[in-house]
């Protein structure tokens, strides 16, 4: 029995009240039917509960088979899943294979299409050939010679079809070949002629036909040969003129000719001439486009003609000279530049100044690549050509001398001159590209020039004899000459730092060198203002210095490392031997004094047996009241007290030397190391006495004291003399 429980829209109020209506007026029926009512839910509710029990009693039993049918269905849908997925891929690589196929096979029809229609071309072209050559013999008769360039041009274009064919364009380009051959024979005659008389409608009617089969450039050139006959004469001249000289009909000149570095700007004088000269009938023949590259090409010729002899009056040259031509030339080269390359189109001008350079500056490149070698060996000619050089051969009999020292210090001055110029050959012949070669090549230089003068002081130090003077006159020339030899090498030392900041500046600022390595330059100095980005063409044709050369400009930029580190070394050691040399002669009065000191006699003397002495060389009659300095001790004291003099004198120097002596050191330097070396040597032989006397120990300690009062005079430091003196004085309580 349904009672409409189950309905969502179920209203209990609603439900009683229609189920009393029927029982309103019977108050004791309608409570029976409550009652019953009520029973009758109760039951309905009863057995709710029970079927809801069971029904879950069964769920709960069948919930673990429901799961797994779950799980078992999830597996199904996946695998499902991947069958369409493979299915659906089949599908697309099915279709993408059939696409290749038919992209493959519409690709394959595109070649036979492609090669039918280059056979078909082919065909036509050979036919076309075929006919216009049985045909040309009538044209050559009949039609003018710009109707038949331009048939042979026809068919040169027809021909480039048959590259594929060897056979057939073999056949058909001998044919051609003949006929531009005939052709040239008919006109180049007339066009030379008419070139050369000026003859410009003629002229240009002419290269124009030349140029429609390509044979405009041997026509021109062989024009130009005869244009430039001028030129070459006077080339040819230069080698003449001696000849001419020497003929005993000639009257020879006071002055002599002129060498080949003076005489090139002459020539290229000429050069230009006819190149202004020709300029305005090549711009009315060639036109403004390509009279410049015409005006180039000319100018190449010229210097192809010159070959080999240029390269080889170049090479004759010591480098000076080499320099002084490849300067002509340059100046030459950028006149070219400014007034002929600058005129071509934009697109031509990197290809006619690459043109010009290669011929321009190729005799020159054989010396550019050894040019470090070159300069070292200049430079060492130079060397040798010095007037003290040539008697380092002579050590047997060689010793310093005033004039010596003065010609070394004049070697010097004019060698650094004669680097400086090597630096600056450097940056112009090689436009700084070997800057590291000429380092290398100066060190080497700076480094003999060293040896040499060290055999001089090695050969001074054998042959001189240092013997002390005797009596009151000391003889004060070794000393000034040995100063003087100093103060010259000191002073190259200092020359040599300040040149080394010179280079420096003048490597790293002149040219661009660091822009003209990386190629970033697009315009340089040498390029007279084009707007042309090259290197400079030694680095082109030796590219394999551009990074060496890179590192070194970066190594002395950043590091700031000596250029002549080996050279400066070299001076420095030669330097501390001529300091040695300076003190040993200063020391030898001293040491004659002080020899023989470990014998004398007064040493072993005692106070009560000792009233005098005499008979003994270097002492006086003293006694035990009067103890005086002995005479050896007086004799050092008064050479010490005169070498102050001696050496203020030498600091004004002699007129002769002085114009060569730069950073001088000063007398206080010299006469500092004298008093401490002369105390060192003192404290020795001293300390080679055998015994002391009383008395002994009170005249030592005189003497001691005596040099200290002298030496206190100069305000130095002397701690051993003052240390000595104090134990000494512990021996002569009474003194």
């Known amino acids: 029995m349904d009672w409409g429980f189950t309905d969502t829209k179920f209203d209990a109020k609603k439900w009683i009240n229609d189920a009393l209506k029927e029982k309103k007026d019977d108050s004791a029926g309608a409570v029976s039917f409550v009652f019953t009512m009520i029973l009758k839910l109760q039951l ?46 089949g599908e697309m690589s099915e279709a993408q294979r059939t696409t290749m196929q038919s992209i493959e096979t519409m690709n394959a029809l595109h070649e036979v299409k492609r090669q039918l229609d280059v056979c078909q071309q082919t065909i036509s072209q050979v036919g076309y050939l075929s006919q216009n050559l049985d045909k040309m013999n009538a044209t050559f008769e009949q039609g003018t010679t710009t109707q038949i360039g331009e048939e042979i041009s026809r068919m040169q274009a027809g021909l480039k079809a048959l590259e594929d064919y060897p056979d057939q364009h073999s056949k058909f380009n001998s044919q051609i070949k003949g006929f531009e051959m005939r052709l040239m024979k008919m006109i180049e005659q007339d066009c030379k002629r008419a070139l050369i008389q000026h003859n410009i409608p003629e002229a240009k009617a002419h290269l124009g036909t030349l140029q429609k089969i390509g044979k405009l450039d041997a026509v021109v050139r062989e024009f130009v040969k005869h244009v430039i006959q001028p030129v070459l004469q006077f080339w040819e001249a230069f080698d003449n003129e001696p000849a001419t000289l020497d003929n005993e009909t000639t009257t020879v000149p006071d002055e002599p000719p002129p060498s080949l570095p003076d005489w090139l700007p002459s020539f290229f004088t000429e050069v230009k001439g006819i190149a202004r000269t ?33 390269e080889t009056r170049i090479k004759s040259l010591s480098l000076p000279h080499i320099v002084q031509a490849f300067t ?103 436009d700084g590209i070997e800057c590291q070669g000429l380092v290398k090549s100066i060190t080497e230089v700076f480094t003999e020039y060293c040896r040499m003068i060290s055999i001089v002081l090695q050969a001074h130090s054998q042959n001189s004899q240092m013997d002390a003077s005797e009596g009151a006159n000391i003889d004060t020339t070794p000393v000034k000459v040995a100063l003087h030899f100093y103060q010259v090498i000191n002073s190259f030392i200092s020359k040599l730092q300040l040149f080394e900041k010179i280079v420096y500046k003048e ?11 990386s190629g970033s330059s697009t315009s340089s100095p040498s390029t007279g203002g084009l707007n042309i980005q090259l290197k400079p063409r030694l680095l082109r044709e030796c590219p394999d210095k551009a990074a060496p050369l890179s590192n070194f400009l970066r190594s002395i930029e950043q590091l700031n490392c000596p250029l002549f580190s080996d050279a400066r070394n070299s001076f420095q050691l030669l330097c501390k031997e001529a300091e040695e040399l300076v003190f040993k002669i200063l020391l030898v009065q001293v040491q004659h004094q002080l020899q023989g ?17 005499s008979g003994i060389a270097g002492a006086e009659s003293v006694s035990m009241g009067s103890i005086s300095p002995s005479e050896y001790i007086r004799a050092v004291g008064d050479y010490v007290c005169e ?77 051993a003399l003052e240390d000595f003196i104090t134990r000494q004085r512990k021996k002569c309580p009474q003194q």
Not at 297 to 303: H, L
Not at 507 to 517: D, T
Not at 597 to 613: R, Y
Not at 659 to 687: F, H, P
């Open 507 to 517: 490597i790293l600022q002149c040219s661009g060198l660091s822009s003209l390595v």
């Open 643 to 719: 070498l102050p003099v001696l050496l203020e004198d030498d600091e004004g120097g002699d007129d002769d030397v002085d114009t060569y002596i730069e950073g001088k050191v000063g007398a206080n330097y010299w006469l500092e190391i004298v008093c401490n070396r002369s105390v060192e040597m003192y404290l020795t032989e001293i300390g080679k006495i055998p015994t002391l006397g009383s008395y002994g120990n009170c005249q030592l300690l005189a003497d001691v004291e005596y040099l200290e009062n002298i030496l206190n005079t100069f305000g130095f430091e002397l701690p």
């Open 278 to 310: 020709e300029r305005q009938y090549y711009t009315n023949v060639f036109g403004n486009e390509h009279y410049a590259e015409q005006l180039a090409n000319m100018i190449a010729t010229i210097w192809q003609s010159l070959q080999p002899t240029f």
């Open 44 to 89: 309905l509710a009863q057995e709710a509960s029970s079927s809801f029990e069971e029904i879950s009693q069964q769920a709960l039993m069948r919930m673990p088979r429901a799961l797994l049918e779950i799980e078992r269905m999830s597996k199904e849908a996946r695998t499902l899943r991947q069958n369409l997925n493979l299915l659906v891929q």
């Open 328 to 430: 002509s030339s340059r100046t030459f080269f950028n006149y070219c530049g400014e007034e002929i390359i600058s005129q071509a189109p934009q697109s031509q001008q990197q290809q006619l100044w690459v043109l010009l350079e290669s011929v321009i500056f190729k005799p020159y490149l054989d010396a550019q690549l050894a040019y470090p070698q070159k300069e070292k060996d200049l430079l060492l000619s130079y060397v040798k050509k010095f007037q003290w050089v040539g008697r380092v051969d002579d050590t047997a009999n060689l010793v310093l001398t005033t004039g010596l020292v003065v010609h070394i210090a004049d070697g010097n001055g004019n060698l650094f001159v004669h680097v400086e110029e090597a630096v600056q050959r450097c940056l112009e012949f090689t």
């Open 597 to 613: 000191i470990p014998q004398m006699e007064i040493w072993s003397a005692s106070d009560d047996k000792f009233t005098s002495v």
